[in-house]
């Protein structure tokens, strides 16, 4: 039997698209079991490149079972934009994708409060993709939300709607907004779930039997820990969380079943949206890191705010989901840089602290305590093997293992499923 977690161990945007279209290619069964449409995952095979948001990556395994488990939020419009473009691509779908009923939805009242919230709050906005996931969790765990189980009943849905609405079209309104129809949400949804229909499956039994029979099970989790909710700089988050451990909830996998945790991590850092970065760089090298690695959401095309590698953070995140080993892309990304930097740790007022002992007003004050390290100033697209890398690639990654204490098994030079290798 083996279970692995793949999980971003940053601020999301990692990578783990590549990792988990890399891996399931022996995988017997790959789920899905956290996020939303607010996460985006793009993968490049022999088909072409896809920015995958619902639908697993593990789709273009054509063996390969995957499940969009009950821990993932569903905005129905881009699950079928996504199913169209992949099955347009000649991926067969077809008795492969199960999708819980248990899955909510995002609405559209979702969309437009999760908009109309953070003009509200100007300057202190959170910097979301207002694809309404913030606003749909909060349904989820206030009693408020609509199940795909809901719809399955046109009367049951209509009334859930109707109660909704009374409720949400008063805050539309308050906000500035528009109050909106519920014949009109009902034919659009309806249609909309009918195309679902043939997928939609309580995978429960599936993935236990799976396990119990000795089934390679990979979990592909959405964004980074360094966005749960409660682990990160609240409010600077997400609404559901990117924790290995969070499969248990959103997947049904008893946290004693899992073997592997992979963590995924970029050779520098990334975040979207507003928060503390303490390692960002500004200026004519944040362009560069950011025009080099063409670091711009999958999901909202927004550019990211680019920085050194933080080994103070990554060690936090890997102790949290409790990672077996490390993968690190992007290392292609920091070919032409003459010199690197990597932070060991934060000093506050001077004085050293660690992540975890600091909030979000702290953190916004800490500077990072950055080592300097040589560049390599060559290509490493084309290298297959780690004795390959240039001797100081080398040494960077080497370093990298170290302050982490997590062996670095998967390195990738490029986006291609071929431009990566192992280490022992």
Known sequence: MSVTAVVGGQWGDEGKGRVVDLLGQDADLIIRFNGGANAGHTVMNELGTFKMHLVPCGIFNPRATVVIANGVMLDLEVLATELNEIIAAGVDVENRLLISPRCHVVMPYHKLLDGLCEEAKGAQSIGTTRRGIGPAFADKVSYNGIRLADMADDDVFRDKLETQLLLKNKLLEALGGEALDADEILTTYRERYQALVPFICEPFDIIQEAMAG??????????????????????????????????????????????????????????????????????????????????????????????????????????????????????????????????????LDGQPVSYVACDVRMLERCEPVLEEHAGWKCPTVDVRSFGDLPAAAQSYVERIEELIGVPIKTVCVGPEREQRFSRA
């Open 214 to 347: 000795g089934r390679r099970v990979l979990l592909e989790g959405a964004q980074g820990a360094m966005l749960d909710t409660d682990w990160s700089a609240y409010p600077y988050c997400t609404a559901a969380s990117p924790l290995a451990g969070a499969s248990a909830a959103g997947a049904g996998i008893p946290p004693t079943r899992l073997d592997d945790i992979i963590c995924v991590v970029k050779a520098y850092s990334t975040r979207v949206g507003n928060g503390p970065l303490p390692t960002e760089l500004h200026g004519e090298q944040g362009d560069a890191l950011r025009e080099a690695g063409q670091e711009y959401g999958a999901t909202t095309g927004r550019p990211r705010r680019c920085g050194w590698f933080d080994a103070e953070v990554v060690r936090f995140t890997c102790t949290l989901n409790g990672a077996t080993e490390l993968a690190l892309t992007r290392l292609d990304v920091l070919d032409n840089f003459e010199t690197l930097r990597i932070s060991t740790g934060y000093r």
